[in-house]
């Protein structure tokens, strides 16, 4: 891709509020990127087959149909003078169909490199950033020399649609990676060799159509079983590494022409290298603290991108732990006042009506004078966050 490219759309003149703006996909992400446009005064239009989706529920229009519907597709792009979407899975032909009629961002160029593990890392490998040793698996006949390449422990992953742990498995002998490719379903899947890691981090950014780049404060994040469990804000790391995902972050979207926020995790070694793990073309978990802790969240850039408007102030505001509270949570309903009793929280649910383990049902933001000091209130004091952390529960 050209780095200096801009899309067709960029010169012209910025959609303004009262314009009507789309998005693909109607779950949390959908939903707050729906709840920003409306705020800034903005319509909008959401494509979603289930017709209880979180964005659906607060969209002017709800589209209730397929993402390959042509007939949907095309009303949605004649209502709409821009779409974007809240998830990488879209298929292409669907925003390509769409860009027929309007804007659209990220393009589906873009998209096509975060749908494919493959593609996505050796992007990354040919923007200059370090990757983890990995090996391309079309059939079974490639498990011998993947094998042979990144030996054990690894990760077996498939290269499509894997997300929140899924579609992956970890594999250490020969035996185990006959059997984890079998049960992926002997799918074109990457083995990915394991690292000395010591933490990891999450760069949130927005770029515009004129090359217009702001960054989001570095987030550290704790993972349990493949899903976010807690993010931690400004991430605990030194200033240069911080600057150098930055710097390789901002690399990555102009080498794709990225218009949008996008997300690029990064694993930080124990040897202080900082080594590329996968991208996001869309906000992400990690970027929620963003609502409340910083100037201008990553929903309302999302919008301000797609707009052509200038990005906004994205400085943060006051330190901050964000915490996802999954389904496992619901027995049957949490009691929001061991929450809400701290003044410093601010409880965020997605509204979704069936609670199911490893779920995301909603997230809550800790602010706090520093990382450190306990989150103290009057009525409850110490960190909110910390039973949360531990063991997913209020």
Request: glycine letters at 8%.
């Amino acid at each position: 891709m050209n780095a200096d490219a801009t899309p067709d759309w960029a010169a012209a003149s910025p959609l303004l509020p009262g314009a009507t703006l789309g998005v693909v996909g109607g779950g949390q992400l959908g939903r707050m990127f729906t709840l920003a446009a409306k705020v800034m005064g903005y319509q909008v239009v959401v494509l979603d087959p289930d017709p209880a989706s979180p964005a659906g529920q607060l969209a002017d229009t709800h589209l209730k149909a397929d993402y390959r519907d042509a007939v949907a597709l095309l009303r949605m792009g004649s209502l709409c003078q821009a779409v974007t979407t809240e998830f990488e899975n879209v298929p292409a032909e669907s925003m390509d169909m769409l860009a027929r009629h309007c804007r659209v961002a990220p393009s589906a160029a873009a998209l096509a490199v975060a749908q494919d593990r493959l593609a996505e890392k050796t992007h990354a490998r040919a923007s200059g950033c370090e990757t983890a040793p990995f090996a391309n698996i079309e059939t079974a006949a490639d498990l011998d020399a993947a094998w042979e390449r990144v030996g054990a422990p690894a990760l077996l992953k498939t290269r499509r649609m894997g997300y929140d742990g899924k579609g992956q498995a970890r594999v250490n002998s020969r035996g185990e990676l006959d059997a984890a490719f079998a049960q992926l379903g002997d799918v074109p899947c990457l083995l990915e060799g394991f690292l000395p890691l010591e933490r990891e981090v999450s760069v949130v950014l927005a770029r515009n159509g004129l090359d217009e780049i702001a960054f989001f404060p570095v987030a550290e994040n704790r993972h349990r079983d493949g899903i976010l469990d807690v993010s931690i804000v400004p991430a605990r790391i030194p200033a240069d590494l911080a600057e150098r995902a930055r710097d390789m972050a901002a690399h990555l979207a102009r080498e794709m022409e990225y218009v949008g926020v996008m997300a690029v995790e990064f694993f930080v070694l124990k040897d202080g290298r900082i080594v590329f793990n996968e991208m996001a073309p869309r906000p992400h978990n990690s970027g929620h603290y963003t609502l409340d802790a910083c100037a201008t969240d990553q929903f309302q850039q999302q919008v301000r991108a797609l707009c052509g408007l200038p990005l906004g102030d994205a400085r943060l505001l006051s330190p901050v732990v964000m915490v996802n509270l999954l389904g496992d949570v619901w027995r049957p309903q949490p009691d929001w006042r061991a929450l809400l009793g701290h003044a410093g929280v601010q409880l965020h649910l997605y509204g979704k009506a069936e609670a199911r383990p490893g779920r995301k049902m909603g997230h809550y933001n800790c602010l706090a004078p520093t990382l450190t000091r306990p989150w103290a209130s009057p009525r409850k004091p110490g960190p909110p966050w910390a039973s949360a952390a531990t063991d997913q529960s209020l």
